[in-house]
């Protein structure tokens, strides 16, 4: 961004200035950012990649970051969102976008189910619920091969043209790819950043501090977990349905419980219950993978000892560290 | 965040810094001359198959190396982009899109898995990629996934299954047991053997499906214990079978029931070792053992023992290395490097490049050829190579693949 | 007692049992609106039980309680809140990580908007104002951006009051509101819960005898989970079971 | 087919068997999490790493037995290394990041067996004296599996008796009580919990070594065994040795069970045992309530 103050300002300074600034407008930093994204990628489809997994990660970070509930089911979500967009739009032909709409509405009743169920229980209990109702979900789509294909996935999502207004734009240049799916993810992010801002954000963070005060306080405990845990859920549902039109295939992985397992680690490498720290995660994460993976075949060895070093001297993530050492800057001063 | 490497705190950057600032770089390695012909290979080199993933490799790399050496086309060299599918649909096909987008592949050759294969083909098919599978599937083939681009080198379960039937049922018994994976390929697998069982009056007694990649199979042993049934047919793949194949051993299936799978992997049998395998007939769509029968095979096993330090190659290398050949030979015949001209010349070609004559089936783009009837050996290897011995070959035949019409396509 | 007003709060032969152990046997009790009464009793007396089952913590096993004449037996906690009852809890209990002022806002926001999702909070300045009002009413003025994990105990204890205020209660509660005080930090609050006295009914519960004699006009004597004795305090004084109970346990 | 008595015994047995292995990794992994409250999701890895460890020690000196014992031992020195210098930092963290931490040192586990052993696995065969199958009257079932029941009851049994009649059982269980009596009987607490951390690992690995024979030895087959024997543990009731045994012979049998009846459904019936267990009773069969409320 504004490079030139950097000579005229100290460091701290000018860190804390443009902290100060990315904060007070951090949806329009994003954007800005993921706006010029594409060109710090090695290739297009991995920004998409990073464009989808990080919204996965930030409606994952609403749950597990903000209100401090630690799901391990979120795939079940991601994969509902990827299926119902796919099935709507190569069982029954639909319009893309409201097949994309329908995965959102499924991912969010999911979410009413399996968010009733899980939020009785609490803990390592809630994690393990979330679990076993995700592999449920998991295998119900396995089974149903005539609808989703089993474990071959679901083929034939085919978005060839997209019409806005007078002009047509193709899907298949992979450029265009990434801003239509960009104008998707912005238009979440500006949600998220309105409900953090907004009055059921401090709800949420009240329960994750201190449940037995906020019910006190009159705040319906269980209710209010259960609305954030839809609104995670579709968030996620919304990133699965843009990964169905990005990949034109649905894989069933995409309702492995690993895949909920990588949502944590990009959550947690950015920094959980942080605005920017959930894409932060899961580009590093990402890119690091695709990088490392072209470097060496043992990729996967690589990766984990990375993830053990910043679990182990960067609890807070890439970016909440960050926030710290500029505020510390700053309490300095 | 651009702006980060010059705040205060580059330490806690470095990871995700480095490999935003390495990846360009890298891939601009890989970037190769314009003239040559690029052919990307994404193959699963990380997980259960990586074994067979590496070795689909050193023979695609050694069909390449072959071509170059013989001139390429018209001084038009190859190059082969080798990426990591890691068994994962969704990294193959992000992958595929890599090879395309940036990398601007001519053709895609690879993978390992159906579900892979068919991820990548819906990839390459949307964007008039050329395509040529490498991995068992009998979808691929059929009117739904199947375009102009797809092909397919390797057998399919039908073929395989079908085969590896005609072979046994006559010899061992009529009434059939199937313990299958739960999933398409399995499930073709079984279909394929009960087709030819029809023929020949062969009655199924139980088809049990067992969860893909269970780690125990006890479970379902005593049932079919207690069927008595003379053959026990294991529609199950790579580790899948060798866990199944030890623990039916264990249980004392092999008195009286003969224990035979679809597909022996020249891998896995040497990952499980003899005594797992013991007695176990099957099919398969290479052996290097072959050779002093197929003049074309000796010749291939030679060269891989050349160019690996006397390594010979296994089934799925071997289709690595057919795959990659029989594009390239089209890409001569065509005289050409678009996708289009290039499948249109693929329909065309008649090769034998290591297993006897091939030809691509036209409504199907299915390489019809020849199965490898094999058994398990346990005593009297002469090396730790020497692990099967071949029983029968049935020839490349037309008929036993299921009709056009069956899979969708209106007969050309 | 004058029975022409309805009483803030009647507590009809409630029962607390913990598996085989009764904690609360058949009390039956009744608040006037406007008064500062207070529970005491050695330990183990059930105040604390008492405390949890009037201010909903949890439900009691038998008996009734009435809010203002309408029956509230097993309403949940948050109903509680929201009817009008407000409590402060014997242990200190904040939203340590949020400033004091975020805590009481937080607080306040109750009445005005739970499930409000894209009003941004800035923009409703009144509850702000009114969350610092309650803060300079418990003397928390200048410590408005400290973060509540960083207050003094006495200054917690305080805050937590204003959050109870926040939800503008008909009846406030309080579990032995001076516990782990300092006897300044005492003083002060004392003065405050009287001060509060003299707009709402307030019922505290505690375990000091000599600290309530002086500001309640109304005691009650828990013992075994059941009322021993009822009165101003000059007959608390007087009355003898209540003397032994205490001296009995020194 | 029609199912006889005979048969549906057999099957019973089958189940046992199976839930054997499962209850022996529950109770390694409830017990690191009773004591510690740390959700060890390397615990497949340490089995995985147990079945290699084995198999070499097997080749080494060619006795089963000998490596039965050597194993365990091993992968438990893994384990102290493990809780010593990655796992004790993250101690009142919360429980996400030992978590999170134990994940990553999975994968590292995985790919260190890759480098070491290549990544096709071993062959592993059953010991000459387990081979073949007895005949139990009910059918043919196979001498090793018999002995693994037998193995793990002599395990559980032995670490029952180590946790309610030794000293040091006592210190440990009043270590996961509350930490503070230790300190206050002037007991080095983190020691406690280096040793469970260690004793947990090491039946993981036992377990691998145990289970070596039965299946195919490869670097990922820990991953399939820890979703599991969490499911075994959870159903239990984490923390509870006595919910891990039980939990893990019942989800063993349900296995058995539906294999029979309905086998694609084995899998999944698992995971429903586990959601319905939990909904009736969140903290599982034999778990304290509201632990980490």
Known sequence: MSAPQATSATPTAYARGLFDMVQRHRVAAVLLFLLVFPLLMPYHALAVNILIFGLFAVGFNLLFGYTGLLSFGHAAFLGVGSYLTGIAMVHFGWHWLLALGLGVVSASLAGVLIGYLAIRTRGIYFSMVTLALAQIVYYAFYKAERWTGGENGLRGIQVPAIEVGPWTLDFLNPVTKYYVIYVFVAAALWFVSRLLASPFGAVIEAVRENEQRAAACGYDVARSKLLVFVISAALCGLAGGLRALHLSVVPIDSLHYLQSGQAVMMCLLGGMGTFFGPFVGAAVFLTLEDVVTTLTRYWMGVVGAVFMFFVLFFPAGIWGTLVQRVQRAVQAR | MSHLPQSKSRRQLIVGGAAVAAAPALFSIARAQPAAIKIGFPVPLTGPFSAEAQDQVRAAELAVKEWNAAGGHKGQKCELLVRDTKLNSGEAATRTLELIEKDKVNFVVGSLSAATQLSINAVTRERKVLFNSISQSDTINEAKDWSLYTFHEALNPHLTAGAVARYAFPKFGKRIAYLTADYAYGHEMVRGFQRAGQAMGAQTVADIRHPLGAADYSAFLPRIQALKPDVLVLCNFGRDLVNSAKQATDFGLKQGTKIIAPVLLYTSRVAGGPDAFEGILGGTSYYWGMEDKIPSAKKFNDAFRKAYGGAVPSDYGALGYAGILSVLQAVKNADATDSQRVAIALRQLKYDWYKGPQFYRKCDHQSVQSVVIVESKSKNMKDKNDVFNVLAIEDANEKNLRSCEEMGHKVS | MSATETPILEVEGVSKHFGRFVALNKVTASFQPRKLSAIIGPNGAGKSTFFNVVSGAFPPTAGRLKFKGRDITGLAQHEFARIGIAKSFQITNVFKQLSAHENVRVAVQMRHARYELLRPREAMRELADRAAELLARVGLAGLRDRPAAD???????????????????????????????????????????????????????????????????????????????????????????????????? | MEITPSLLALQLVTGIALGAIYALLAVGLSLIFGMLTVVNFAHGAFFMVGAFVGLYFLGLTGNFWFSLVLTPLVVGAIGLVTERFLVRPLYGRGIDYPLLLTFGLSWVLIEAMRLAFGVEGLPSSTPPELRGAVDLGIGYFPKYRLFLIFATAVVVIA???????????????????????????????????????????????????????????????????????????????????????????????????????????????????????????????????????
């Open chain 3, 151 to 250: 207050l003094a105990h006495g200054q917690q204890r305080a805050l937590e009051v204003a959050m109870a205020l926040a939800a503008e209660p008909e009846l406030l509660l309080m579990d032995e509101p001076t516990a782990g005080m300092s006897p300044e930090e005492t003083v002060v609050m004392m003065d405050l819960i009287t001060a509060l006295a003299a707009e709402r009914s307030v019922i505290i519960v505690e375990h000091k005898m000599k600290l309530v004699m002086g500001i309640c006009e109304r005691l009650l004597v828990l013992h075994h989970g059941e009322f021993l004795a009822e009165g101003t305090p000059e007959e608390i004084k007087a009355n003898a079971e209540v003397r032994r109970v205490y001296l009995g346990q020194g």
């Open chain 4, 159 to 293: 670490l029952w008796l180590f946790l309610e009649k030794t000293r040091y059982g006592l210190i440990v269980r009043a270590g996961s009580r509350d930490g503070d009596i230790c300190r206050v009987l002037g007991i080095d607490i983190a020691r406690v919990w280096l040793v469970v951390f260690g004793i947990g690992c090491a039946i993981a690995g036992l377990s691998g070594v145990l289970a070596a024979p039965t299946r195919a030895v490869n670097p990922e087959m820990g991953v399939h065994v820890l979703a599991e024997s969490f499911v075994v543990t959870v159903v239990g009731g984490m923390g509870s040795l006595m919910g891990a045994v039980v939990a893990g012979l019942l989800v063993g049998i349900v296995f058995a069970m539906t294999s029979l009846f309905a086998p694609e459904l084995a899998e999944l019936s698992i995971f429903v045992l586990m959601a319905v267990v939990l909904l009736i009773r969140p903290q599982g069969l034999f778990g304290k309530a509201g632990l980490m409320g």
